[in-house]
């Protein structure tokens, strides 16, 4: 990492190419507020190697300039970013806001009219930090991660081994370099470079036979081709007459020929580390003429050339190493060879290899029309790429998804294969899952978006919201059209936010210095040590409380600590946040794991309070013509005791026990025993219900006065008690012999007069819906007390 300090500036002038104009330059003055504002604007010393082709002079994201031109000269305006001022006296002057764009920012300036009335053109570039200090490691390697991931997908359609390299030259700059991007991070890796370095190091060799003159007296062992030499070679010497070999052969040749074994590196193996360095290179070099045909057609300065020249060199000093001087150009590729397969280094190489026909083919239109200009390095959309391969793992792990749902994310294009991964693009992978006897359906959705629309469909119930990521799970039994229409649906969302900014630009709310004030209150101490943001978490309540059926919202960002919160006594419904960073390979991710799984065995609780709260929001909004219920009724009801109480039932809740009293006996009997008794036989109630059973309250009438009613009396208790007509009578006291064989008795207890106001019940339309005409009129029957209400007489 470059070291920034000693070159820093509130000012600085970017002069101008000296192949376009003489002198003259661009002056830029930083505005920001920021205490530290000397580390806005940044100038490096030319004698450093710069990181990835990086611009000498850098601004940094989130900050405002002004800048300055030579009058006549103007700078093009690049919406939100450049800002020209009005006015045709000061179209050289100007103000810079990069926003949250973050990479190399190409400014096109704009010659004064020559005596032609032609305007020239040319570009200077600036490179814009991160506030985040690691953001290059971890743009490098979200980008090779996201890499893999397609490569990965897209052996899922054809063999590698079959695809043919050609860089096509027609492709719109940006789709080449964001194929040289993809490339770039295969063969750029870390992996990559280490697995060549131990190739260099330890390479395969193999014994190969060589042919070596030797003097015949060095010969060795003297096989049959060494003595069809000694009969046949030419270059004799004469053997001296006491030789044991005179009086056979009188001469024999100086030298022969030998053969040896020797340690060799031209190995099939080495043949193929060769060509595959040298492809690598290729498609480097080829790109670069690419570029500086480029130039000299349009006068522009592509500053991918940079890149791909630097990568170039890199090849060009791995192939000018020892080994490969004396490793010929191989004639077939040995991808079966158990070394390529399993040799440390070799099986990287290959494995790159494999990936790199494919990478440089992919096209890829996932970011909106900016994010993959000629050296941006959008790091925050990144991001959120990387997240969702990330979770697509993730989900692939815990759930069953099927090969045919990943399969989709790569689809044939008129210009090669492409990943169908975009921004705004909803993109949704279907799974199931089984757990603890129930069956449930998942869906893992990008960019999904809620719409507006009216209860009881899916979407928002005010503007339209679009999580990045969403989770929905459903029992299987249902559809996704049922299940949303019956509150058995849930969605869990998680929305990627990378940036993690300093103190000063992290309160959004407040411009006081944390650091110096001791009585805040937990949650802003959290935002000043940048473990998330309290916007964030706002957004997640947007989520939660407009998307219906959202029982989770949680935001994943690279930071360091989580917070979970939860609404009630389960772990949904929820929000919070999850540290996700790609500095530790996504470590945090292990927690994210373990949140969906506890999600999804919540979900199988068929008891659980999320249960039993979405079954009643369903029943009571299934009605979209609920009761009106206006009248006087009691705000509490006694529990155990007289003191102890309870919020009173809704009336739609409370069941009312319509009971007809034969006479004065009975009424005095109910009264002074606080009880009252149906008879269980066919001339009691019509219907034994949960609605008759678990009654609140108890409201007399008499033989006769069908449009009056006495007081109304509290059940105590949740349901009545069965007795026999023996005990009813010996042990109640009953006035009267009882006929049927068993009753049952419900406990009452007295309620204030003023408790249900002073109106009167008519209830003569109940009774003949409910009890019947003529005898039946006597029997007692349970409505609700919404219900009852109705019949109020306003005026008695």
């Keep these: 990492m470059l070291d920034f300090s000693p070159f820093s500036h509130e000012e600085v002038c970017v002069p101008f190419p000296p192949d376009f104009i003489q002198g003259g330059g661009l002056r ?126 897209l052996m899922q359609h054809s063999s590698p081994t079959t695809q043919q390299f050609a860089v096509d030259h027609n492709n719109k700059s940006e789709t080449l370099y964001q194929r040289f991007a993809f490339v770039k991070a295969l063969v750029d890796s870390d992996e990559f470079r280490n697995a060549v370095q131990r190739i260099v190091a330890m390479p395969v060799t193999q014994w190969q036979a060589q042919v070596e003159e030797r003097d015949i007296r060095r010969a060795g062992r003297i096989g049959s081709w060494q003595l069809r030499q000694m009969a046949s070679r030419s270059d004799r010497v004469a053997l001296p007459s006491s030789h044991s070999l005179y009086n056979t052969l009188n001469t024999l040749p100086s030298r022969l020929a030998t053969r040896v074994k020797i340690d060799s590196l031209d190995t099939p193996e080495n043949r193929f580390v060769k060509h595959a360095l040298q492809t690598f290179a290729l498609f480097c070099s080829s790109l670069c003429d690419h570029i500086e045909y480029k130039q000299k057609q349009e006068s522009s300065f592509p500053y991918i050339y940079h890149e791909a020249k630097a990568l170039e060199g890199r090849f060009e000093s791995y192939l000018s190493h020892d080994i490969f001087k004396s490793v010929q150009v191989p004639n077939t590729l040995p991808l079966n060879s158990p070394i390529l397969q399993r040799k440390e280094g070799y099986r990287e190489v290959l494995r790159v290899w494999l990936m790199f026909d494919l ?146 630009y992290f309160l959004a709310d407040t411009d006081t210095d944390i650091a110096s004030n001791e009585s805040l209150d937990n949650e802003k101490r959290l935002q000043k040590e940048g473990k998330y943001k309290r916007a964030d978490l706002l957004k ?123 006479d004065k006996q009975q009424l005095e009997w109910i009264k002074n025993k606080r009880l009252y008794n149906i008879r269980l036989d066919t001339k009691g109630l019509k219907k034994y219900g949960i609605t008759e059973a678990s009654v609140k309250y108890v409201l007399l009438r008499c033989k006769g006065e069908h449009n009056q009613a006495f007081r109304i009396w509290e059940v105590v208790g949740s349901a009545p008690k069965v007795v026999s007509k023996k005990a009813l009578q010996s042990k109640h006291k009953y006035p009267s012999m009882p006929s049927a064989e068993a009753y049952l008795l419900y406990e009452l207890n007295e309620v204030s007069d003023d408790a249900f106001g002073e109106g009167k019940w008519d209830l003569s339309d109940l009774i003949k819906q409910y009890a019947g005409t003529g005898a039946e009129q006597a029997r007692p029957f349970a409505i609700s007390l919404s219900e009852l209400s109705k019949s109020v007489v306003k005026e008695y």
Excluded at 57 to 66: H, I, K, N, P, V
Excluded at 388 to 413: G, H, M, Q, S
């Design 359 to 504: 990478a440089a083919k992919l096209v890829w239109q996932a970011p909106d029309a900016e994010s993959y200009q000629v050296g941006k390095r959008d790091v925050a959309t990144l991001y959120e790429y990387w997240l969702f391969f990330k979770l697509l793992r993730l989900i692939e792990d815990i759930f069953n998804v099927a090969p045919t749902e990943t399969e989709k994310l790569i689809a044939k294009t008129g210009d090669g294969l492409g990943l169908q991964l975009k921004e705004g693009k909803h993109l949704a992978i279907d799974a199931s899952y089984h757990y603890a006897g129930r069956d449930l359906k998942v869906q893992f959705s990008y960019n999904r978006t809620f719409g507006h629309s009216q209860f009881p469909k899916s979407g928002s119930w005010t503007q339209a919201m679009r999580p990045d990521y969403t989770l929905s799970i459903w029992p299987s039994a249902f559809t996704v059209e049922q299940a949303e229409a019956q509150e058995l649906i849930v969605h869990v969302h998680f929305d990627a936010k990378y940036k993690v900014e300093g103190l000063k």
């Design 28 to 153: 830029l003055i930083a505005e920001s507020v920021n205490a530290k504002k000397s580390l806005a604007l940044l100038e490096l010393d030319e004698g450093l190697e710069l990181d990835d082709g990086e611009a000498r002079f850098q601004l940094l994201e989130g900050q405002s300039y002004e800048y300055e031109l030579p009058v006549g000269f103007s700078l093009k305006p690049i919406s939100r970013v450049v800002h020209p001022s009005r006015g045709n006296n000061n179209q050289h002057r100007g103000r810079i806001t990069p926003g949250n764009y973050v990479g190399r920012l190409a400014l096109s300036i704009v010659c004064p009219a020559d005596d032609t009335d032609i305007q020239h053109s040319f570009e200077l570039a600036v490179e814009v930090r991160s506030v985040k200090a690691n953001y290059r490691s971890e743009y490098r390697k979200m980008l090779e991660d996201i890499t893999a991931e397609c490569t990965s997908l």
């Design 540 to 662: 997640m309540h947007a989520y939660k409380d407009a998307i219906r059926r959202t029982v989770g919202a949680y935001v994943l960002y690279p930071g360091s600590r989580s917070i979970e919160k939860r609404g009630f006594h389960e772990v949904v419904p929820g929000l919070g946040a999850f540290p996700v960073s790609p500095s530790n390979d996504g470590d945090g991710l292990t927690e994210v794991r373990a949140f969906i799984i506890e999600v999804v065995e919540h979900l199988t609780n068929r008891a659980s309070q999320r249960e039993q709260l979405s079954y009643q929001k369903y029943a009571i909004h299934k009605d979209d013509s609920p009761d009106i219920v206006q009248e006087v009724m009691p705000e509490y009801t006694h529990a155990l005791t007289p003191t102890q109480i309870n919020r009173f039932v809704p009336p739609s809740d409370a069941g009312v026990l319509i009971a007809y009293i034969k």
